[in-house]
């Protein structure tokens, strides 16, 4: 069955296709929301819930891009609706001036990419999105200002903090490790 198949198929409301979405694409969803939210029982609810958004709007859907960059656009939505934002309108200032963080190419060469996710993870939930929505999604600051409701300062701001802690545990790591 191929994508256009599915595509078709669920557009039309059948059951077939509807499984057959579900099962090809819940596992790399699945991974998006695991991302934005701590644990996998609040990441199985993000899912369920994107996936009831995606069979409601899939009627509306238009293949001018990529069908996974759109499932994908709908989780991170979903995700970053189900957090509380609220830390973000607490946020003052111009963080414009923020430096740069020092970058260590050759400890993030060493790390695995499950070790580095386990790191992510632990990272505080609002750098944890922001990181993931610019490294990883690749979104830029001002759209990412726009789905958090922030300033794009805040947005950079954000990462570069994100980048620090993410760079501080990872060097931690390294020091527990020799």
């Not at 595509?7 to 409301?13: A, D, L, M, N, V």
């Not at 701590?38 to 891009?65: C, M, S, V, W």
Request: proline share 5%.
């Amino acid at each position: 069955m191929t994508e256009s198949d599915i595509i078709k198929g669920c557009k039309k409301g059948v059951p077939l296709y509807q499984r057959a979405l579900v099962e090809r694409y819940s596992p790399m969803l699945m991974t998006v929301a695991r991302r934005y939210v701590p644990g996998y029982h609040a990441a199985e609810d993000i899912l369920q819930e994107a996936l009831l958004k995606i069979f409601r709007a899939i009627p509306n859907y238009a293949p001018t891009g990529s069908f996974e960059a759109w499932m994908r656009r709908i989780v991170v939505t979903t995700a970053l609706h189900a957090l509380d934002k609220s830390w973000y309108r607490r946020e003052n200032g111009d963080l414009d001036s923020v430096e740069e963080p020092f970058f260590m190419p050759d400890v993030y060469a060493r790390l695995g990419a499950e070790e580095l996710l386990a790191l992510i993870a632990k990272l505080p939930e609002g750098f944890r999105q922001i990181f993931n929505l610019n490294v990883i999604e690749q979104y830029p600051h001002t759209e990412i200002a726009v789905m958090l409701g922030i300033t794009e300062s805040t947005s950079r701001s954000q990462l570069t903090r994100a980048r620090k802690l993410l760079q501080t545990m990872i060097a931690d790591r390294e020091k527990i490790k020799t």
